[in-house]
């Protein structure tokens, strides 16, 4: 049985955690707004590239493609997973996802005898990984975005996994990341950049068919392909990174909310306990003095 | 058919510009070209450089790009650039230091790889010295 300076400490501090976890849930709500606005401002060059690529690759025969991006190594023994974590944690189930899948990609992989490597954003996603794959990392990029997420990071990530490809040590790159879907859900994605697949929108064929036929192109598609394919990768982990940070905001919105809640079931239920204690040791004293008082 | 055309200037971090123009000359990847309304359908690469658009017969705002695409489609001209500003904002005296570190860096440099990731930056800050230079020489 706790004594009452017990449970009155206990309460005082369930009450300043609850109070912390409050101020972390509105932090992440507003850098989640943040996250919002970047990801928004984001999307018209992303949509102009997609369709330019659209354009493109519509205009060249996929045989005469000489660009690996594009086109593939032609084999498919060695698979790069490019996983993106956040760096701090109290955010929920929002890295544990991202791991748990990057792990069961890896396990279907060497099921299939490829061979499998890794480049970890995040420094959470890093130590995970670490635990169990230790031998499959590359290389691991932490800080990434830690002011504001600027294209530049998204092209340093990009260089490295363009240098990569450029000395052989894969065939097929792919992201793993959670893609924001709203404040309380995420959705982990496994996207395929190198080669990259060509995700036509459902409503393009019609209209773009015509389109595409009479664009004019300086220089010819070849080296038009050469110099957008690298741009295109960047774009798409910036992308990824946009997706990540809003998501990771998100989760840890979520969960702060969670966690102030259940604080606050806590304080009742300590109170409860608190008063019933006092109450308890009152009547106790009471019994003492009156039976003192009639033995008298 | 109107007689303007829609130009969209797009870093991968926001939209910079997007208003209807009379005319907008960009420095492609093989020369300058200029795009009147009811140009033909247009992809190309552009070398860094600076974008100039004009208003009622006048340059009315003149954009730096560090290379990127334009797209030119029935409604207007759509410009992919990695990094762009506008002139005005550039300073001509941080753009001179770039150029000199630049060039060190390039003396220094250990092998070809690295001197030619080195050279494009350096076109691309030199491209940035020359537009604030053509600037001044048209303002005054």
């Known amino acids: 049985m706790p004594s009452l300076k017990d449970l009155k400490l206990r309460i005082s501090s369930v009450k300043s955690t609850q109070k912390i976890t409050a101020a972390m849930k509105m932090v992440a709500a507003s850098k989640l707004r943040r996250a919002q606005e970047q990801a928004e401002a984001g999307r018209p060059y992303a949509e102009r ?57 890896i396990d279907r992989l060497q099921r299939e005898g490829k061979t499998v490597k890794l480049l970890v954003v995040g420094r959470k996603g890093r130590d995970q990984m670490r635990r169990t794959h230790a031998a499959l990392i590359i290389d691991s990029f932490e800080e990434v975005g830690r002011r504001r997420l600027s294209f530049a990071d998204a092209t340093a990530i990009a260089d490295r996994v363009l240098a990569l490809f450029g000395d052989q040590a894969f065939d097929v790159a792919a992201l793993v990341y959670n893609k924001f879907k709203s404040a309380i859900s995420q959705i982990i994605t496994v996207q395929q950049i190198i080669p990259f697949a060509m995700t036509a929108p459902a ?81 106790n004293e009471l019994i003492e003095i009156i039976s003192g008082a009639e033995a008298l | ?50 974008v100039a658009v004009y208003r009622d017969g006048a340059i009315t705002d003149r954009l730096f790009v560090a290379g990127g695409f334009a797209e030119v489609n029935e409604t207007g001209v759509t410009v992919l650039a990695e990094n762009a500003m506008p002139v005005s904002e550039i300073d001509g005296a941080k753009v001179e230091e770039e150029i000199r570190a630049l060039q060190e860096d390039l003396a220094d440099a250990k092998d070809d790889k690295e001197s030619a990731e080195v050279q494009v930056r350096l076109t ?17």
Not at chain 2, 34 to 49: K, N, Q, S
């Open chain 1, 49 to 105: 590239m997609a369709r330019i690529l659209a354009s493109l690759t519509a205009n060249v025969q996929a045989e005469s493609v000489s660009s690996p991006l594009l086109a593939g190594t032609g084999k498919d023994a060695v698979h790069l997973l490019l996983i993106v974590t956040s760096d701090r944690g109290l955010c929920g189930g929002f890295n544990g996802t991202v791991v748990r899948e990057a792990r069961r990609q």
């Open chain 2, 1 to 50: 058919m109107t007689d303007k055309v829609e130009f969209e200037l797009v870093s991968p971090e926001k939209l910079l510009f997007a208003q209807p123009v009379d005319l907008v000359v960009i420095p492609g990847g093989e020369g300058d070209f200029g795009v009147l309304p009811g140009h033909a359908p247009f992809i190309a690469t552009v070398r860094p450089g600076v």
């Open chain 1, 203 to 283: 409503d393009a064929p019609a209209e773009g068919a015509e389109a595409r036929a009479i664009y004019e192109f300086e220089p010819d598609e070849e080296q038009l392909l050469a110099d957008l394919l690298p741009k295109n990768l960047a774009v798409q982990i910036y992308r990824a990174l946009l997706e990540s940070a809003a998501s990771e905001q998100g989760a840890r919105m979520t969960a702060m909310d969670n966690a102030t809640r259940n604080a606050g079931d806590m304080i009742q239920h300590l109170t409860l306990r608190y008063n019933r204690t006092r109450q308890s040791v009152i009547t």
């Open chain 2, 124 to 140: 691309v800050a030199q491209a940035k010295q020359e537009a604030v230079n053509s600037a001044a020489a048209t303002s005054h």
